[in-house]
């Protein structure tokens, strides 16, 4: 069973909705330890000072920011407690907005918000009421220590919470040299062929339909050599051919799309059924 990280409440104008977070992701990257290629003994991380190269225990070491290139001001585990975040147990909504208001960009983690025992009736309240309006609620939160901006939303007939990141922490589209060009032009003959590509390959969104495939044949290259199977190396698939006519382009994409689409709806043929043979007919 799944153990809530953290347990408060949720409250907006004078109503409290005890809850518990958790979790609602579980990753499934491929993690690898480093080894020594000779042995194959574990490689350990060592500590060491740049000054003397002597190995540093972790009671003698302390935090620094460095303030220019290599100056830096220490800071004890004190000195940041005295400014850390408030451990509320309270996530106050601060306003509550559209959802199609706020772009992907700022959504970082989210979490399962569950009912206390006693917060049915609110709980149930607050979610039917994001519901029905297409709003979430904005405020904040501290977990471990770290204080988020917060949404609170629907989803999944539940309540989730999405830790978001801060408008300065989102890098600004001029900080990219090549937003800085004129846009090209594109013709209405162009448009209207890539608005019927995008069409020919619309589909209904199901996230089951879509498979991390590298860690899978990751897992498999590992079963394979556990077992003492000989690994074959592929070789590079050459680089697609650049396509200078985006009117040939986009025609030749969306037949093929169409075909593909067609293929897909066609019924499946049936088999021929095999003629009877004729009972031979009874000696009498």
């Known amino acids: 069973m799944a153990r809530a990280i953290w347990s408060g409440a949720i409250s907006f104008g004078l109503v409290m909705v005890p809850v518990k977070v958790y979790s609602a992701v579980s990753r499934k990257d491929v993690r690898f330890n480093q080894l020594h290629g000779a042995d194959g003994g574990r490689i350990q991380q060592k ?6 190269g002597e190995e540093v225990p972790y009671e003698e070491i302390v935090k620094g920011y460095e303030i220019e290139p290599g100056r830096y001001v220490t800071i004890t585990p004190a000195e940041l407690d005295s400014v850390a975040a408030e451990r509320t147990r309270r996530i106050e909504i601060e306003e509550f907005v559209a959802l199609d208001d706020i772009d992907p960009i700022h959504w970082e983690s ?15 309240l607050l979610l039917a009421a994001l519901e029905s309006t297409s709003r979430v609620g904005l405020g904040r939160v501290v977990l471990r220590s770290k204080e988020y901006l917060a949404a609170i939303r ?16 989102i890098v600004p589209r001029a900080a990219v ?6 846009p090209a032009e594109v013709s209405p003959k162009e448009l209207a062929i890539a608005e019927q590509l995008v069409g020919s390959l619309s ?12 860690r899978e044949r990751v897992l498999d ?7 003492g199977r000989e690994i074959v190396e592929h070789a590079e698939a050459e ?13 030749a994409s969306l037949a ?16 021929a059924a095999k003629p009877r043979r004729a009972a031979a007919p009874k000696k009498s």
Request: glycine share 2%; aromatic share 8%; proline share 7%.
């Open 203 to 214: 589909a209904d969104w199901d996230p089951d339909r879509y498979k991390d495939t590298y």
């Open 256 to 271: 093929a799309a169409t075909k593909q689409a067609t293929a897909k709806k066609a019924p499946a043929k049936k088999a």
């Open 154 to 169: 629907p989803a999944r007939d539940a309540l989730m919470l999405s830790t978001m990141l801060f408008a300065d922490e």
């Open 221 to 227: 290259l590992v079963k394979a050599k556990a077992a």
């Open 239 to 251: 680089p697609a051919a650049r396509v200078d006519d985006l009117m040939a382009a986009l025609e």
């Open 110 to 124: 989210t979490y399962y918000l569950a009912p206390d025992k006693t917060a049915g009736k609110p709980y149930a």
């Open 47 to 52: 500590r060491v000072c740049a000054v003397d």
């Open 177 to 182: 040299e090549e937003f800085g060009e004129e």
